[in-house]
């Protein structure tokens, strides 16, 4: 093929392909559904959204047949007008999951546990579908997995819905890519805010407390801290050492005891006044931001979390913990006690504002390149249970869920920032040194 030539036409069995995005919004999300849709669709393949991720599809039943316009759309070149740049999803999100009751390879022959992703399969082959782009975050890449898992168990000569995944999170800590859609524009959004934060903080000679989201690992909150200029980030990497203990608690799933790592709560105040006191003493500031992400929560002792609800996936409910106000005020006791002065010191919860925001050049050209992604492995490659992942110069490639899901729990495993990395060390490297 020359330089300006287009593809090659590929005959495919795929005659129509459904589009379904779920879990937290992400910028370049429409980057992602609109590119894949229009590579089916100048090869002749029809493209159907799924409305508001799984959660239509699952209330599926023959006397309920879905209906087009309300549980899908379909999606045509109009439709997809000048979409790639733009905010929000068109195809709206949730988080319901048809395979939440699903934990092991033996729950595939429970009638009763598979029903939600029986009715999702047969919600699909009710209009007609032939294949499945799932766009979402770690959740729904097991979901994928579990769909692909349930149709194994399907009699001989069934009908296969082949399904292929696209990475998303503003999180960043997907196993398989080195960067996901959205987390560069994600980033800059919340580094934005930081240093709007800073300017005020300066004018009262106040701090800033902020919690910004990061569930499992702290890719935005150490991005959002060196690029928006932040005093000090903390988030689960730094969770070891010192500031770690164990603590015999209740497993909420199996009510069973167990062991688990806790923070020390006194000793991470302790270290935040000390970068308080060091900035003041040694660079004459009395201002500053420090940076949170939210899934140091899920290290909080149990007597921080008691009363905070669980989602549908096993995840407490941060939003809930309201981690920046909690520990804005034991900072702010703490330092007055060991300085004998008050200091001003507000908590704030970041990340909303990132997730819908208007996506940046690069995360534009990464979601274009996973949505071509998908066309190339379920019609030129042909593939199954594929994750699409970018490296290098946007080079495509398609890693098996098998590498990304652990086998026996079927849970997917998360990319933390490493501990001692240069990007790790970046952050320290560029914060106040405390003696």
């Not at 729950?107 to 399969?121: F, G, R, S």
């Not at 941060?318 to 330092?335: H, W």
Request: glycine share 8%; net charge neutral; hydrophobic share 40%.
């Amino acid at each position: 093929m020359s330089s300006l030539s287009h593809p090659a036409h590929v005959d495919s069995p795929i005659k129509k392909v459904a589009i379904l995005f779920a879990g937290g919004p992400a910028p370049a999300a429409n980057a992602v559904i609109s590119t894949a849709a229009v590579s089916f669709l100048r090869s002749g393949i029809e493209v159907v959204g799924a409305l508001y991720g799984y959660s239509n599809l699952v209330q599926y039943s023959p006397e309920k047949p879905l209906v087009a316009g309300k549980d899908y759309v379909q999606i045509d070149h109009r439709m997809l007008k000048r979409s790639r740049n733009s905010q929000g999803i068109m195809i709206g999100t949730a988080r319901a999951n048809p395979g939440k009751h699903v934990s092991s390879p033996e729950h595939l022959k429970d009638p009763e546990k598979i029903k939600p992703l029986k009715t999702v399969y047969d919600a699909l082959f009710s209009i007609g579908v032939d294949a499945l782009i799932s766009i979402g975050g770690d959740d729904t890449l097991k979901t994928a997995n579990k769909f692909k898992l349930f149709q194994q168990h399907l009699p001989a000569g069934s009908k296969r819905i082949p399904v292929v995944h696209l990475p998303k999170t503003i999180d960043n800590d997907y196993m398989g890519i080195d960067f996901t859609f959205g987390y560069f524009t994600a980033v800059d959004t919340l580094a934005a805010e930081i240093r709007n934060l800073l300017a005020d903080a300066e004018a009262n000679r106040a701090y800033f407390l902020t919690e910004t989201m990061g569930r499992s690992a702290g890719w935005l909150a150490y991005g959002a801290a060196i690029a928006g200029e932040a005093s000090l980030v903390i988030s689960v990497e730094d969770m070891h050492g010192e500031y770690i203990e164990t603590e015999r608690s209740v497993d909420p799933k199996t009510n069973q005891a167990v062991e688990r790592p806790v923070m020390k709560v006194p000793a991470v105040v302790d270290r935040i006044v000390k970068t308080m006191r060091a900035r003041e003493e040694q660079e004459g500031k009395e201002f500053g931001v420090i940076v949170m992400a939210e899934g140091v929560a899920e290290y909080l002792p149990d007597e921080y979390l008691k009363g905070i609800p669980r989602d549908e996936h096993g995840h407490i409910s941060i939003s809930k913990v309201n981690l920046g106000t909690r520990f804005a005020k034991m900072v702010s006791d703490e330092y007055q006690k060991q300085t004998g002065k008050p200091r001003k010191i507000t908590g704030l919860q970041l990340g909303y504002e990132a997730r819908c925001a208007r996506p940046h050049a690069f995360d534009v050209m990464l979601g274009s390149q996973l949505g071509v992604g998908a066309y190339r492995a379920l019609v030129e490659e042909k593939l199954d249970g594929v994750m699409v992942s970018v490296s290098g110069q946007l080079d495509l490639n398609y890693v098996n869920f098998d590498t990304l899901v652990n086998p026996e729990t079927l849970v997917t495993v998360v990319r933390y920032v490493t501990r001692d990395s240069d990007f790790h060390k970046l952050a320290r490297f560029l914060e106040t040194h405390v003696k």
